[in-house]
């Protein structure tokens, strides 16, 4: 029987994510690694045979890149003694080129992102500078308020005589009253 590894184990001894092994079994080397993976309960297991084409896929590729000048491609090839198939260098192309696509995006997006953040943060600052001047109007409003209630504050509230004092009034009254009448009266 032969000895199988999941596909974290293998990644592990290997050093790489989980998602590059399952790249590399869906779909860089999926014709090679066809006979060397199993799926049982729904976890897939790769053979000694697999882990050994995963770990020779993982040394030092030719760089495939198009800007490359082909002296420097020849001399790389020569030095890593690496025979790439053109399959898999169609693959690691798409690859590269999918991943230029991607960080354009990102990058795009980054840009997007930044200018709504210069847009709302201009925003914040006008809404700071409003609130600013409505305070400054709410505390002069506040000021003048005061003072009109100061002013009229005599003529609004006139203070009722106690009843003491209606009182001493009456007997005052009535004392003049009394003199009065009798002024009249003589």
């Known amino acids: 029987m032969k000895k199988m590894k999941t596909i974290k184990q293998v990644a592990n001894e290997l050093n790489i994510s989980t998602q590059a092994i399952y790249y590399k079994i869906n779909k860089s080397m999926k014709e090679k690694l066809q006979d060397s993976v199993i799926k049982l309960h729904g976890q897939a297991f790769i053979d000694e045979n697999g882990c050994n084409?995963?770990?020779?896929?993982?040394?030092?590729?030719?760089?495939?890149?198009?800007?490359?000048?082909?002296?420097?491609?020849?001399?790389?090839?020569?030095?890593?003694?690496?025979?790439?198939?053109?399959?898999?260098?169609?693959?690691?192309?798409?690859?590269?080129?999918?991943?230029?696509?991607?960080?354009?995006?990102?990058?795009?997006?980054?840009?997007?992102?930044?200018?709504?953040?210069?847009?709302?943060?201009?925003?914040?600052?006008?809404?700071?500078?409003?609130?600013?001047?409505?305070?400054?109007?709410?505390?002069?409003?506040?000021?003048?308020?005061?003072?009109?209630?100061?002013?009229?504050?005599?003529q609004q509230f006139e203070v009722a005589p106690s009843d003491e004092e209606t009182s001493t009034e009456e007997k005052k009254q009535s004392f003049f009253k009394r003199l009065f009448k009798k002024s009249n009266n003589t």
Do not use: C, F, G, W
């Not at 798409?94 to 795009?108: F, M, P, S, T, V």
């Not at 210069?118 to 005061?146: T, Y």
């Open 53 to 154: 084409l995963i770990k020779e896929s993982l040394q030092p590729l030719q760089i495939l890149s198009n800007d490359m000048p082909n002296e420097i491609a020849d001399d790389i090839k020569s030095s890593t003694n690496i025979i790439v198939e053109d399959s898999e260098k169609k693959s690691l192309n798409e690859q590269i080129i999918y991943l230029r696509n991607q960080n354009q995006l990102l990058q795009d997006e980054l840009i997007k992102e930044r200018e709504h953040n210069r847009e709302q943060s201009d925003k914040v600052i006008s809404l700071a500078e409003q609130l600013a001047e409505l305070n400054r109007n709410n505390q002069v409003l506040l000021r003048q308020a005061q003072e009109q209630n100061t002013l009229h504050l005599p």
